[in-house]
């Protein structure tokens, strides 16, 4: 990392511990991003209910050469973040997530839907046991299909009576 790490404290005492706890994870940050340019960490308790304990927030921002990363973890939705490490563990993790996504992002990794499948009809038959055919996809290959099979039977018909 290029910059030492800053991080703050609001409304909670510091705590060389915890200051050693986001060192130690920011050092496990740089194995997935080496090239991470700076990082700032805010250590949060807002509120101080008696009665729910206090729910701390943890928020990191990182910066990376072409863009900066913003991972907040929001007491309302984890209830186990009355334990501050536990907090400062899932922000970690979660900024590890946002920063391998643009490590894909910026290689270009980002996996791309095939185009849906086309084809023609080729043959058609009335059975009585109903209509089916055959399709022909662009390279050649013959699919078999069955009417039950095909999802929009548009063709102004109505569905055989089932039996």
Not at 73 to 80: F, G, L
Request: net charge neutral.
């Amino acid at each position: 990392m290029i910059l030492e790490p800053q991080i703050t404290f609001r409304n909670m005492d510091p705590s060389p511990a915890l200051e050693a706890e986001v060192l130690r994870r920011t050092q496990w940050l740089e194995r997935f991003h080496p090239k991470i340019i700076g990082c700032r960490v805010v250590l949060e308790a807002p509120h101080r209910h008696s009665s729910h304990g206090k729910l701390y927030h943890v928020r990191i921002d990182l910066t990376v050469p072409g863009a900066e990363i913003v991972v907040g973890r929001d007491p309302p939705e984890h209830r186990s973040h009355i334990d501050l490490y536990v907090a400062i563990r899932d922000a970690f993790r979660a900024a590890r997530r946002a920063l391998t996504d643009h490590i894909r992002l910026v290689r270009g990794q980002v996996k791309e839907h095939e185009p849906p499948a086309t084809g023609r009809v080729v043959r058609l038959f009335d059975d009585p046991s109903g209509r089916y055919g055959f399709l022909e996809t662009d390279d050649g290959l013959e699919i078999y299909f069955h009417e039950n099979a095909v999802l929009d039977n548009s063709n102004g018909k109505p569905p055989p009576p089932a039996v």
